[in-house]
């Protein structure tokens, strides 16, 4: 009797301290955002310079900092305008491959079949619903697109060049097929992500394979467009922003600050996207 009450106080004790830690834990979780949920609580913060989720994405972390956005060869990236970004982000290596949107949503409606082919024939309103259930499954509210001027600090990598690897020399390199499918070696069609070099912060196929949308409504020029790299929204109906080119595309449509647009409704099979998560 006695030895059966020392066991009842001994489990009372390290139950105590358990409901403890558990409290002390929740409460920091749920400290650094305070619009989450409780079930936003249950998802790991990424650190470190890489993370790896739950169905396989590989993200690549990018500081914080300021950059040239913009060139001058085209009215729509005009002006060339200074961006000052205050917050790390993780971002895709990676385009999304069709086995990762599979894993999600649970089909694949892409044109050309390989699980590691980038998903294409999505359209940013379908982007939409994947990112939503992307975070439910993973109990976070961490995934979104990237805005345009988060996709293009991370496309250029800290250069002022047309490519992120610098300008094509047709005799000596660099080459831009040691970088990218575009329409002079893809044979027309997408290719498994992560085949080409990379850019210099770790990035495949920023340059071609799949246009990649990102958060932002089209305008026509950089003429009021926010300091602070934050996205541009016009409303539920406005054509989408898509970086990067594709294996169909020119040389020209792969430079890092070239700019296309889409209707939100709509899929192709040359556009994908690569996703962010917030640091
Ligand atoms: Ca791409």
Known sequence: MRIGTKKIITILAVLLIAIA????????NGSDNGASSSSATTASKPTGNEYTNSIGMDFQRINAGTFNMGTSKYAYSQPVHKVRLDNDFYIG???VTQAQWEAVMGSNPSNFKGDNLPVESVS???????????????GTTR????TEAEWEYAAAA?????YSFGEINKDEGPFLK???????????????VGQKLP????????HGNVWELVEDSWVDNYGSAPEDGSAVEKGASSLRVMRGGSYSSLENALYTAFRGKQDPRDGDSSIGFRLVMDA
């Open 21 to 28: 830690v558990t409290g002390c834990t929740s409460s920091d």
């Open 93 to 95: 290596k990676y385009e």
């Open 124 to 138: 940013w309103n379908d982007i939409q619903e994947f990112i939503t259930k992307l975070n439910e499954m993973e």
């Open 143 to 146: 995934y979104r697109l990237p």
């Open 158 to 162: 800290g250069t002022t060049t047309l």
């Open 178 to 192: 040691d970088y990218a499918w575009y329409q002079d070696d893809s044979y027309d069609r997408t290719h498994e």
């Open 199 to 206: 850019n210099p912060w770790g990035l495949y196929d920023v």
